[in-house]
């Protein structure tokens, strides 16, 4: 079994990848930048004693994400998951959003996933069996002041999550997505202190999460336990939206 993780060299990707491996998976470890994190990845999983190889590409470039997909295909000959995670946030109040930074967000968050998502199930198809789970995010069902731009964008992932899992049924393949709260990656960092302690109070079970926390999840939807399920959105926030 093959799998492919987006953003995977940290983070959440990273332990999804990790996750999966432990799980029986090869991994295909997606990154964009960071050439020595993903070999750390790649070394990490062939210590688990599966195979792994890097794949450096940005998911917003449709070029790139079909090359890589090709070079998937060469190394491993087969794709079972997808795992769409590759995503970046940059917040910002409405009237200080600039377009630069809307256009990263909707090409990365969304037209990534997508790029992905139709190269994987051309994949699949031939082999009437596979599965897609995309890394949403709680704040694509709950307001966060300055992440007007981000939310959307996960707003959207839900969205075609549930019109792709329609779609694709019929092939054998799954769609579902994970939505995580505040989980403690590099992406939190941009976070003051005193606004982490205001997020920590809101969560009832008074704490954040953990990369592990998502990999558990992913893995679980990706095992045969889940193959009925499609088209589901799992939140997971220590009852952050309730
Ligand atoms: P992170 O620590 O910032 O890691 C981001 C990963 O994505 C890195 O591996 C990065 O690669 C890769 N990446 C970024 N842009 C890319 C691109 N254009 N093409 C390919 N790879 C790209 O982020 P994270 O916290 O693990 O978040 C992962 C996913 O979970 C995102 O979709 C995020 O929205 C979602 N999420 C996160 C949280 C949270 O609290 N952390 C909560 C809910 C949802 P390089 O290392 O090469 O730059």
Request: charged residues 20%.
């Amino acid at each position: 079994m093959v799998a492919l993780v987006t953003g995977a060299s940290r983070g959440i990707g990273r332990a999804c990848a990790i996750k999966l491996a432990e799980h029986g998976y090869d991994v295909a470890v997606n990154y964009n930048s960071n050439d020595a994190k993903a070999a750390e990845v790649v070394s990490e999983i062939e210590k688990l004693g599966q195979k792994a190889a890097a794949f450096k590409a940005n998911t917003a470039d449709l070029k790139a994400v079909q090359d890589m997909f090709r070079e998937i295909q060469k190394t491993f000959g087969q794709l079972d998951v997808l795992v769409n995670n590759a995503g970046v946030v940059d917040d910002a109040y409405l009237l200080m959003i600039n377009e630069d930074s809307l256009s990263r967000s909707l090409d990365i968050n969304i037209k990534g996933y997508f790029h992905c998502a139709q190269a994987a199930a051309l994949k699949m198809m031939s082999k009437k069996h596979g599965k897609i789970i995309n890394v949403s995010s709680v704040s694509s069902i709950l307001a966060v002041e300055g992440q007007g731009v981000y939310s959307a964008t996960k707003g959207a992932v839900n969205s075609m999550t549930a019109t792709l899992a329609k779609e694709l049924a019929p092939r054998g393949i799954t769609v579902n997505a994970v939505a995580p709260g505040f989980i403690e990656t590099e992406m939190m960092d941009a976070i003051p202190e005193e606004k982490k302690s205001e997020y920590i109070k809101a969560i009832p079970m008074g704490h954040f999460g953990n990369a592990e926390d998502v990999a558990n999840v992913v893995a679980t939807l990706a095992s045969p336990a889940f193959d009925y399920v499609t088209g589901q959105v799992i939140v997971l926030d220590g009852g952050l939206s309730l």
